[in-house]
C-alpha cells in the first residue's frame, strides 16, 4: 500500500509507523473535528481565489461548512497575502489542490507556481500550530515535480496561516526522490521510535515501547504525588488516565505551595521562581493591581471582581459593560493592562495572565 503524503511526518521518525502504513494496517478515523473542517473550509477558499482570481464569498463558505465567518477570514486573508507575495514577484500558479501519485506514494498538493527563472514552490497551506512538516513537504516537492517537469529548485514551503509563519527548505526532484525513497526503506515493525510524533499516532496503545516508556514516567510520578496504580494494568488508556491524575495532584499540590508563599518561592541555586495564573485559574488580586483597576472605574462592579476572588483577564474585562468604565471601555481595559505589566503584575507580551505577587 502507499503512503500518503501527509503521513510521511510521522513515518520519517518511525520505522513501525511506517512499516504499519505501507502495510495498510493504520485504524482509519472517519470522525471529523472543529479543527479539519475549518482547515478544509480555507483550502476550499483559497483554492476558489487561486483558480478563479475572483472575489471569493466567504460568508457562503463559512455557511457551508459551519464555521465561523470570523476565524475563516482571518486565516483567508492571511493566505492570501502570501499567494498575492508569490505573484508579485513573477511566480505563476501552474497547479492548485491536485491530487498526485507515482509508485511510491500519494498526495495532494494545495500549491505549485513557477518561475520564469527557473525555480519553482511547492507549498502547503497549514491551519494548525507550527510543526515539522519537512517530510511531508518533500514528498509534495518529488510529486509535484515529476508530474510538471520541474527541472531547477524546488522552493518547499508551509505556511502557517495562524501564526503568519513560514518554513522554507530548497530541494530538488533528485534529492526529494531520494529522501522519499530512504524514508520508506525505513519502514521496520521490530523498531519504533518514541518521541513527539507519539501524542498523534493511532498505533501508540499498541506499541510496546510506548507503553514501555509511558510506565517508566509513569513511576517517577507516581513516587512523587503518591497516587496508587495497579500492576499489571488492564491498558494504556487506563494507565494514562491514573498518570493524569497523578500529575493533576502533584501540579495542584506545587500550586498551593507557591500560592502559600506568596506566588514567590527561592529556589535552591538563589534563583526565584515566580508563578504566574493563566486566565482560567482563580485567585485574588494584590493590592497595586486593585488600585490599578479601580482607578479605570466608577462603580463597585470592580471591586467587587477583585474581592469575589473570581477569574480576571482581559477577557474578563471584556464581558463588563462600557459603562462602569472611566472613559471608553476599549482604551480603559488597554490602560488597566498596560499598567498591569508595567507594575510586574502582568506576564510580559501576553498581557493576558496575572502574576501573584
Avoid at 488516565?241 to 538563589?270: F, Q, S, T, V, W
Amino acid at each position: 500500500m502507499k503512503l500518503r503524503a501527509s503521513s510521511l511526518n510521522i513515518a520519517a521518525q518511525c520505522p513501525l509507523y511506517c512499516a504499519e502504513a505501507l502495510e495498510g494496517n493504520l485504524p482509519k478515523d472517519e470522525t471529523k473535528s472543529e479543527v479539519s473542517t475549518i482547515g478544509t473550509a480555507v483550502h476550499a477558499a483559497l483554492e476558489e481565489k487561486a483558480k478563479t482570481n475572483e472575489m471569493v464569498s466567504l460568508d457562503e463558505i463559512a455557511v457551508k461548512y459551519g464555521i465561523g465567518i470570523k476565524q475563516l477570514s482571518y486565516l483567508f486573508f492571511s493566505g492570501l497575502n502570501r499567494l498575492d507575495s508569490y505573484l508579485s514577484q513573477e511566480f505563476e500558479i501552474i497547479a492548485s489542490e491536485q491530487e498526485l501519485e507515482n509508485e511510491l506514494i500519494t498526495g495532494h498538493c494545495d500549491l505549485v507556481m513557477s518561475h520564469p527563472g527557473g525555480n519553482s514552490i511547492v507549498l502547503d497551506w497549514k491551519t494548525g500550530n507550527v510543526s515539522d512538516c519537512y517530510p511531508q513537504l518533500m514528498g509534495y516537492a518529488m510529486l509535484a515535480g515529476e508530474q510538471h517537469q520541474l527541472t531547477g529548485d524546488i522552493y518547499i514551503v508551509g505556511e502557517f496561516l495562524r501564526e503568519q509563519e513560514s518554513i522554507t527548505s530548497k530541494t530538488t526532484v533528485v534529492e526529494a526522490r531520494k529522501y522519499i525513497e530512504n524514508v520508506l526503506n525505513s519502514a521496520d515493525k521490530n523498531k519504533a521510535c518514541i518521541s513527539s510524533h507519539c501524542t498523534y499516532c493511532p498505533l501508540k496503545n499498541k506499541c510496546s515501547v510506548y507503553a514501555d516508556s509511558i510506565t517508566a514516567a509513569g513511576r517517577d510520578l507516581i513516587a512523587i504525588s503518591g497516587c496508587e496504580i495497579t500492576t499489571p494494568l488492564p491498558d494504556l488508556y487506563e494507565q494514562s488516565k491514573l498518570l493524569r491524575k497523578a500529575l493533576d495532584d502533584y501540579d495542584k499540590a506545587l500550586k498551593a505551595m507557591i500560592e502559600n508563599a506568596g506566588g514567590i518561592l527561592e529556589r535552591a541555586d538563589g534563583k526565584v521562581f515566580s508563578y504566574k495564573i493563566s486566565e482560567t485559574k482563580k485567585f485574588n488580586l494584590s493590592e497595586k493591581a486593585s488600585e490599578i483597576i479601580n482607578s479605570y472605574s466608577h462603580t463597585a462592579t470592580l471591586t467587587d471582581l477583585l474581592v469575589r476572588n473570581v477569574e480576571f483577564s482581559k477577557s474578563t474585562l471584556n464581558k463588563i459593560p462600557a459603562n462602569q468604565f472611566n472613559g471608553g471601555k476599549g482604551k480603559a481595559i488597554t490602560a488597566i493592562m498596560s499598567e498591569l505589566e508595567e507594575a510586574g503584575l502582568v506576564e510580559k507580551g501576553k498581557r493576558n495572565t496575572l502574576q501573584l505577587i
